[in-house]
């Protein structure tokens, strides 16, 4: 269990892996609040001010790309951790991620949920 509750916010269009993942999260102690698309995910952000946000990359309406640079273009998120979390393995994609100040670029089927909420902690420790 943590001493603190931290905040985890997913934005990601598959309701499976949201459940998946709010599960877990809740499961070690985490608060956890999710956004289908990634308008919702933007005014969450804003809202909610979590401690980590968890992007996927490939959704519909807006990609996690287009949500990250928004969330770095906009003062009041701008200073959110960020870990993409996705599927798509492109070098582009990876390298766009940390232009914008991504802490890590995860691979869903790399990355058991239970390893997940292991390099999550990390970065919420720093």
């Known amino acids: 269990m943590l001493n603190k509750k931290y905040k985890i916010l997913l934005i990601e269009d598959d309701a499976d892996q949201i459940l998946m993942y709010q ?3 809740e499961k070690d102690g985490y608060e956890f609040i999710s956004a289908n698309n990634g308008t919702k995910g933007l005014e969450l952000a804003k809202k909610e001010k979590p401690d980590i946000i968890l992007l996927d990359i490939v959704m519909d309406e807006m990609d996690g ?3 990250l640079k928004r969330i ?3 003062e009041e998120t701008s200073d ?3 870990i993409l979390l996705t599927n798509l393995v492109v070098k582009e994609k990876i ?3 940390k232009k914008f100040g991504a802490l890590d670029y995860i691979i869903k089927s790399q990355v058991e949920p239970s390893n997940l909420v292991k390099r ?3 970065f919420l420790k720093n």
């Open 95 to 97: 390298d766009e991620g």
């Open 23 to 25: 599960t877990k999260f």
């Open 65 to 67: 790309i287009e949500v």
């Open 72 to 74: 770095r273009a906009d």
């Open 120 to 122: 999550v902690r990390k």
């Open 80 to 82: 959110l951790k960020v």
